[in-house]
């Protein structure tokens, strides 16, 4: 399945409650990407990270916070701070240097919030 | 940064018609044009892609062109089957950017 995996599958939060999405690719790739797809809407970028240990902002990051420790993995918390939480989350990963790389997505995540 | 937008939104189509769905980008740095298709619940996965230096490519019934001039390209289904139902995303990436920017989708409906 293309190499990246994504855990939990569903995810229930409670208000006020930080919770944090698992990343993992055996892919080799330098770049990993989260997104937030809300329903029947596109996909939005919240952080990206070129290289291990350096992360940037995307066009949502607020609420949000991301390490990358770790070539494999970008493990991504949704903190309280995030008003509206409840989406699917699509974690990323391409090979860096060309822009003709493919980008390959994970399974996703589906986090509620009661 | 680069702005991808993408029509229609939603399309409906016959079984064995044709479906084409159209993406314009900002960004004249932009070299590299990917299509994903993602059914309902699962991950967006790549179908088809182009270079900035081609003008059309083909993969059975699936094409894409491009034209640079006036910065758009177009995802072309033929012969639509009801397993091409699904929503369909164009994304541009440019030189020196690794990122791809996405278009909002468009949902297609293949009618038996």
């Known amino acids: 399945d293309g190499g990246i995996t994504q855990s939990p599958k569903y995810l229930f939060r409670k208000e006020g409650q930080n919770v944090t999405l698992s990343c993992e690719q055996n892919?080799?790739?330098?770049?990993m990407y989260w997104y937030r797809q809300d329903p029947g809407q596109g996909l939005r970028l919240i952080y990206y990270?070129?290289?291990?240990?350096?992360?940037q902002k995307g066009d949502i990051a607020e609420g949000y916070s991301v390490s990358r420790e770790k070539k494999e993995s970008f493990p991504l918390t949704v903190t309280s701070a995030q008003k509206n939480p409840t989406a699917f989350y699509l974690c990323?990963?391409?090979?860096?240097?060309?822009?003709?790389?493919?980008?390959?997505f994970g399974p996703g995540t589906r986090l509620t919030v009661l | 940064g680069e702005n991808v937008e993408q029509h229609p939104s939603t399309l409906s189509v016959q079984e064995g018609d044709s479906a084409v769905i159209k993406c314009t980008y900002s960004?004249?740095?932009?070299?590299?044009f990917p299509w994903y298709k993602q059914e309902l619940g699962k991950r967006p996965q790549l179908i088809i892609d182009?270079?900035?230096?081609?003008g059309e490519k083909k993969d059975q019934r699936i094409a894409v062109t491009l034209n640079k001039t006036a910065k758009h390209f177009s995802l072309h289904i033929t012969e639509t089957q009801p397993e091409d139902s699904a929503v369909y995303f164009c994304?541009?990436?440019?030189?020196?950017?690794?990122?791809?920017?996405f278009g909002t989708g468009t949902r297609l409906t293949v009618i038996p």
């Open positions: 990270s070129q290289i291990v240990n350096d992360f």
């Open positions: 182009i270079r900035s230096n081609v």
């Open positions: 892919l080799n790739h330098d770049a």
């Open positions: 994304a541009a990436s440019g030189a020196g950017a690794n990122n791809l920017f």
């Open positions: 960004d004249s740095a932009s070299n590299y």
């Open positions: 990323a990963s391409r090979a860096g240097v060309s822009s003709y790389n493919e980008q390959f």
